[in-house]
């Protein structure tokens, strides 16, 4: 995999506003066709970012746990 | 040393009070110096903007003056910072001073982007500012029935507001003998009614308590003004009455234009609090890039633990502790309810169900925050 255009967004132990929102702020910021990596601590990240980017519209990449981090990678779509 | 603090918001205004405490004797013997650059001479509360918005405070209650909360020792001025010259430790303000520093924290803030939505800033209501939440009360005084709609920008300072101003909005129009003839719907960004799992179980059977509709993963994408449509990202779409909105927030531009971080947003360890690749430089409050709430009660943290590490770090050479990631918010759940969510990077909130009580001491600590700001709270 191309790692040039990842950026990581590490929301680790974040409660609040929470991995998925951390994400979606991001997604803002980057490029079409660039992805996101989104650390996460939440195991509910591996379900919920999922439903999210099939909703609006974006692209899952890979969905991997290790050590207890979710390792989500999302292309932006739109 | 020479301890330069850029901000007079919050964060910058609890470190700078409780440094000078703890650097009573080095700034009496000259050994340190602390020097307050703001963009303002006045202090606003901010958490006061939510209760103008629905009446129950005047703006003038959320002001001080800023030198006034000030220890005397801390040299201040309303100066704001342009250049950021971090390689050889000294910044440019607006008044073309050339300032120097050991350590600088930078506490600018952020500042709400309504633009980034088409349509928003011009047919929305919001509270985050002194004019727009005096816009928003006369607004809701003329109002007389419909639906209004509650839209949440990302990311948003507050995490708490958009349930706070949808329960206060409840009860005003309750108050005012509206609420038959007003549909409240919330909506949010991600799949639950709030980030927080614990406050998010609380508030859905609430809102189905009150008859207050919702609709979740909505992200705003364009307001249709004209047809009186707010659209989202996710495809979906709602019509409105009476739009309020949480806006999107940035960090300062003096941030993105010195090419510090994105968005405005610092990269900041998140237990040091130091920007990152920069040993002598610390961030606290909004302007970090951190994955917390970007919340008063969060820079109020985060300057306690920077406070002790600077005033260390000029004692002994070294910082004495880590930020855990400590956030305390109070939840308005009502006009006469709250309650309370505390958490930090290991712990989630376990939020109890809201009472009198917990109101009356939100009410109370409206006033006690000026002890906070000086740091004796």
Known sequence: MNDENVTVVDARGSFCPGPLMELIARMKEIEVGDTLELLSSDKGSAADVPEWVNKVGHEMVSNEEKDGIWHIRVRKAK | ?377
């Open chain 2, 1 to 377: 040393m020479k301890i330069l603090i850029v901000g007079g918001g919050m964060g910058g205004t609890i470190l700078a009070n409780n440094l000078a405490r703890r650097l009573h004797n080095e700034l009496k013997n000259g050994k340190a110096k602390i020097t307050m650059l703001s963009a303002s001479d006045r202090h606003m509360y901010q958490p006061g903007l939510l209760y103008v918005a629905v009446g129950r405070m005047t703006p003038d209650e959320l002001y001080r003056d800023q030198a006034s909360l000030l220890e005397p020792e801390i040299e201040f001025h309303v100066d704001p910072v342009e250049e950021f010259d971090l390689d050889n430790n000294k910044v440019k303000s607006q008044s073309g001073k050339t300032y120097d520093y050991d350590i600088i924290a930078i506490a600018t803030g952020s500042r709400i982007y309504p633009e980034g939505i088409p349509g928003l800033a011009e047919h929305a209501e919001y509270f985050y500012t002194e004019e727009s939440a005096v816009k928003m009360f006369k607004r809701l005084r003329e109002f007389e029935g419909g639906k209004v709609v509650i839209a949440v920008g990302v990311p948003h300072k507050c995490p708490m507001a958009p349930l706070e101003i949808t329960f206060m909005l409840h009860d005003y129009f309750k108050e005012r003998g509206i609420l038959d003839k007003t549909q409240l719907h919330y909506t949010y960004p991600i799949g639950r009614t709030h980030s927080l799992e614990n406050v998010a179980k609380w508030a859905t059977p609430e809102f189905e308590r009150l008859g207050i509709t919702y609709e979740t993963l909505f992200n705003m994408k364009e307001v249709d003004g004209d047809n009186k449509v707010l659209r989202s990202e996710e495809g979906t779409e709602c019509n409105y009455d009476l739009l309020i909105t949480i806006p999107a927030h940035k960090g300062m531009e003096v941030i993105e234009q010195n090419g510090l971080g994105s968005s405005g947003w610092i990269p900041t360890d998140r237990h040091r609090l130091n920007m990152e690749g920069r040993e002598n430089v610390f961030v606290l409050g909004d302007t970090t890039n951190l994955p917390i709430s970007k919340a008063g009660s969060t820079a109020h943290f985060e300057a306690d633990a920077l406070a002790e590490n600077i005033a260390a770090m000029a004692k002994i050479g070294v910082p004495v502790r880590d930020y855990d990631g400590k956030v305390f918010c109070f939840i308005e759940a009502g006009k006469d309810r709250a309650t309370y969510a505390m958490f930090n990077y290991q712990n989630p909130p376990d939020p109890k169900a809201p009472t009198k009580a917990v109101h009356w001491f939100k009410m109370a600590y409206n006033k006690l925050y000026w002890a906070s700001a000086r740091g004796l709270l």
